[in-house]
């Protein structure tokens, strides 16, 4: 299972928010390129970046900063989400070197935009599926949509899609547990590898998700809990590899 340190964007700065409210946000550097560079001497070997500001405009705001990212560690794989609507954005990200682009409120308005995605740019696709009250939220999860997180997740089937995100909206920046159990669910409903995100808060979760990994869980992204130190990446990565 891989461990994957967050980056969330919000006017050039590394911040976490509560349950997604942009108006709830905690600036833990005004560095992003430094603190990616942090969490790669830790071990990371994956970075899970969102642009903030892009998912509520629906279009990129912090591009400047995940190139800033990618060009300064081009050993580090970077995965990037938040206001990718079109082809022309995932061209210029996956060209300035990020290996894989997130697809989230696309997904649901227009499914066919990520099949069209995974014919373009096999294998760099991902589609985020963010739940609250187990409905699927999109435009930086400000709205509600009717679908739920498994119907979403198996119109992708035999799409090529790479992985899925799966976020828990209720608990994301919380620091109340990671939702081991709708993930797994999520994992068993699909044949497309499932990536936890969303409440992690100590080493209990990492081994409670890895517990269930067999269900088809990749891995794991780990944001506030990161910066409050209550995991310590070293120690989480030294647990998994030690399974």
């Not at 990020?98 to 696309?106: A, L, R």
């Not at 985020?128 to 435009?139: E, P």
């Not at 044949?191 to 990492?206: E, H, K, L, M, Q």
Request: aromatic share 6%; hydrophobic share 45%; net charge negative.
């Amino acid at each position: 299972m891989i461990l994957i340190p967050a980056i969330d964007l919000k006017q050039g700065q590394c911040v976490r928010l509560r349950q997604g409210r942009m108006e709830d946000s905690t600036v833990f550097s005004d560095d992003p390129v430094a603190m990616a560079g942090k969490w790669l001497e830790q071990g990371a070997g994956r970075l899970h970046v969102v642009d903030l500001d892009g998912a509520f405009e629906g279009k990129p705001v912090n591009a400047d900063v995940i190139e800033a990212i990618s060009a300064a560690y081009p050993d580090l794989t970077i995965q990037i989400g938040g206001g990718i609507r079109t082809m022309e954005t995932v061209e210029a990200y996956l060209e300035a070197g990020v290996n894989y682009v997130i697809i989230g409120t696309q997904a649901v308005r227009n499914p066919e935009f990520v099949t069209e995605l995974c014919v373009e740019f096999p294998g760099q696709v991902i589609v985020g599926i963010d739940a609250k009250n187990g409905l699927v939220a999109v435009q930086g999860w400000a709205e509600s949509s009717d679908h739920s997180a498994e119907h979403l997740a198996q119109k992708f089937e035999d799409q090529g899609v790479s992985a899925i995100v799966y976020t828990d909206i209720s608990r994301d920046g919380m620091m109340q547990g990671v939702n081991v159990e709708a993930t797994r669910l999520l994992a068993e409903a699909v044949d497309i590898p499932v990536i936890a995100s969303g409440g992690v808060t100590n080493i209990d979760d990492i081994k409670h998700l890895n517990q269930v990994q067999d269900a088809g869980i990749q891995g794991v992204i780990i944001g506030r809990a990161l910066y409050e130190g209550t995991i310590d990446l070293a120690e989480a990565r030294a647990y998994i590899e030690g399974q």
